[in-house]
C-alpha cells in the first residue's frame, strides 16, 4: 500500500500526517520579498467578513494570537523561519474538513496586512479533504 492511501503501509509504518495548508508558488515568491522588507512573517485568518475572510500577513509576533485561535501549520516557504498559520477557533469549525492553499492574484489585500502595498493579495483556495486524509490530519495547537 502506498503511503498516500491513508492506511498502514508494509512493515507497519504509519503514514504521514495531511498538511491542513499549503502554498502556491505565487505565494512562495510574495512570501519570499515581504520577509526581506519585513522580517519572519506570520498568518491569521478570522472569517469575518470583508477583509477579514482573507488570510492576513503580519510580521511575526505582531498579531497577537490568543486562546480563542488554533495553529494550522507552520509553513515552508524556503525561508530562514516557518511561517506560522492561525485561524480564529470558531472559524476552524468550519473549515476543520477542508485543506486551504494560500495563493496571490492582483488586487488590493487589507491595509493591516503586509502586502497590501504590493498590488497583490493573498486569498484561500480550498477543497474537501477525502476521508483517507481526513484520517491522517494533525492536530491543530491552541494559541495563548
Known amino acids: 500500500m502506498s503511503e498516500d492511501s491513508g492506511r498502514s503501509v508494509a512493515g507497519g509504518a504509519t503514514p504521514d500526517p495531511v498538511a491542513r495548508v499549503a502554498l502556491t ?21 478570522s472569517g469575518g467578513c470583508c477583509d477579514g475572510s482573507a488570510p492576513m500577513c503580519y510580521p511575526l509576533g505582531e498579531f497577537r494570537t490568543g486562546g480563542a485561535d488554533v495553529r494550522l501549520a507552520e509553513l515552508d516557504a524556503g525561508l530562514p523561519q516557518p511561517i506560522p498559520f492561525w485561524m480564529s477557533e470558531s472559524q476552524f469549525e468550519y ?50
Open 25 to 45: 508558488p505565487k505565494a512562495v515568491a510574495l512570501l519570499s520579498e515581504l520577509t526581506q522588507l519585513h522580517g519572519p512573517l506570520m498568518f491569521h485568518q
Open 95 to 144: 473549515w476543520s474538513h477542508t485543506h486551504l492553499t494560500v495563493d496571490v492574484v492582483p488586487g488590493r489585500g487589507s491595509g493591516f496586512s503586509v502586502e497590501s502595498p504590493t498590488g497583490q493579495r493573498f486569498l484561500i483556495r480550498s477543497r474537501l479533504f477525502t476521508d483517507e486524509e481526513s484520517e491522517r490530519l494533525p492536530a491543530v495547537v491552541s494559541g495563548g
